[in-house]
């Protein structure tokens, strides 16, 4: 084995080691080692990072310090300026001319590069001619008026209101969307004091009309060129992983859409107990033009795998309301009443002095003074058992809600529903009178449990929408069509 060491080799061993370095360069050969040694001893740029702490490294430091201090010593100063000649400033003709060949932008007001006067060779025109044709581009504010565009353009008041009444012969003017650009062309005109007329307008009405209005013979002609549209709704589908929101977003889904997803998965299952495994499925409005632009509007269905639990919600409006139904037909759950009329409860349910009667008599209902004829909303969904005359309530309307409940409305004005009818929460079922035994107009509310008045502030109703009958059907039908909605 060989090891190198300096410029020694030596063969592994231990005492009879035998050199086989050339004569002279041997730890034996002091004569010739010596002035090798004695010239490292000068060395003025030892290596500071080794033998640390020897005489060589000190001087070293010392030589460092010294190079430093001197080049310090030798230095500019840094906070005395260096003086150098300034040249004078330019004046009168020298500055006019060094100005005319700067540049400076046009933003902040430049009024430099040369100019000429003219000359006598140059004769003023009597009139400037015109561009014998304009094409110009507006667009639609929000809030502005289709002729009111084209008067800004340049169209005269006349021409811009008979335009506009063309094109609201073929589609409503409050139907094109703002910000829609018009293309637009005037024509040459006798004198600079008359507008110039339209020769031809062309913009996109709607997604999937297009309208295009050129003069022909001197009258606008109008030709509305359609543009086929696909309705096809964008399905997304794909794994949860870390975020349901981020990994619906990844596959496509619109924000808006996202948002509406999870809320309406809110309503069945708690979002943090969804895990990474699990598969969301959403259906999307989607709009696609043959002109290549794509809009998406509502959510459609919301869908989650979660293996063992599958998940299918779809939006169904029933009796104006729309909500997320299951794949069953169940609703969302509401908690709660809704407050039966807007006004202050003025007396409690339970034992009170009667105001007309004159004695202790209890009071089966909560009192809201309100205005004679202020609405009357039903507290939750529920069918109407009755609605007409009942002695001291007056004119009475009794809802019943299922889970043998019902709530009772007195003293009455007028009434909104018939007997027999289904009524949806929030709506109007009469108006607040003063019939029957009462003192002033308000409306006594009342909470039966079993047929049992209970007080109505002990209940809280939780109402779950059911779908039955043809209702479910048609429901089940749309789940099927748009479950076949192809992956995009
Ligand atoms: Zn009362």
């Not at 606008?220 to 543009?227: M, W």
């Not at 029933?318 to 997320?324: L, N, P, Q, S, T």
């Not at 509401?334 to 004695?359: C, D, E, K």
Request: glycine letters at 14%; charged letters at 20%; aromatic letters at 6%.
């Amino acid at each position: 084995m060989y090891q190198h060491k300096g410029q020694e080799f030596s063969l592994g061993g231990s005492a009879g080691a035998i050199a086989l370095a050339p004569a002279g360069f041997g730890r034996r050969g002091p004569a010739v080692a010596l002035p090798v040694r004695s010239a490292s001893d000068f060395d003025l740029v030892p290596d500071l990072g080794a033998r640390i702490g020897s005489r060589d490294w000190w001087r070293g430091l010392a030589t460092l310090i010294a190079l430093c201090g001197s080049a310090i010593a030798l230095g500019p100063s840094l906070n005395r300026p260096v003086l150098a000649p300034a040249p004078a400033p330019l004046t009168g003709e020298a500055a006019e001319q060094a100005r005319a060949q700067s540049i400076s932008p046009l933003a902040y007001g430049a009024d430099t590069g040369s100019r000429m006067a003219a000359s006598d060779l140059v004769r003023p025109l009597g009139e400037a001619p015109e561009r014998p044709m304009l094409e110009l581009t507006a667009a639609l504010g929000a809030g502005d008026s289709f002729a009111r565009v084209l008067e800004r353009a340049g169209v005269g008041a006349a021409e811009a209101k008979s335009v506009a009444d063309l094109v609201a012969g073929t589609t409503p003017l409050s139907g094109i969307a703002d910000g829609t650009r018009l293309d637009i062309r005037l024509g040459r005109r006798p004198n600079k004091f008359v507008p110039r007329p339209l020769e031809a307008l062309a913009f996109r009405a709607r997604f999937d009309l297009r309208i295009e209005l050129t003069r022909v013979d001197g009258a606008l002609r109008l030709t509305p060129i359609p543009i086929r549209v696909d309705h096809t709704p964008l399905r997304v589908q794909g794994v949860v992983g870390d975020s349901l929101y981020r990994a619906a977003r990844a596959a496509g889904a619109p924000a808006g859409a996202v948002e509406t997803y999870l809320r309406a998965l809110a309503g069945k299952v708690s979002i943090g107990s969804i895990g990474s495994g699990a598969r969301f499925d959403l259906i999307v409005e989607q709009r696609r033009a043959e002109t290549g632009e794509v809009e998406t509007g509502q959510l459609l269905f919301a869908g989650l795998d979660q293996g063992r639990r599958k998940l299918q919600l779809l939006k169904w409006n029933v009796g104006g309301r729309a909500e997320w139904y299951d794949a069953a037909g169940v609703g969302e759950k509401r908690a709660g009443l809704t407050r039966p009329v807007a006004g202050r409860q003025t007396s409690g349910f339970g034992m009170r002095l009667h105001p007309l009667l004159g004695y202790n008599r209890f009071h089966r209902g909560i009192d809201f003074g309100a205005g004679h004829g202020s609405p009357i909303y039903a507290v939750s969904d529920g069918r109407v058992a009755m609605a007409g005359r009942a002695s001291g309530h007056g004119n009475y309307i009794r809802l019943l809600h299922g889970g043998n409940m019902a709530t009772g409305y007195s003293h009455l004005s007028r009434f909104a529903v018939r007997a027999g009818q289904m009524v949806r929460q929030g709506q109007v079922i009469g108006y607040v009178g003063s019939t029957g035994l009462s003192t002033g107009p308000h409306l006594h509310f009342e909470v039966y449990r079993g047929g049992a008045p209970v007080n109505p502030k002990s209940v809280n109703f939780v109402s779950t929408s059911l779908l039955s009958g043809n209702e479910l059907k048609a429901f089940r039908a749309k789940l099927a069509g748009l479950l076949s909605t192809p992956l995009r």
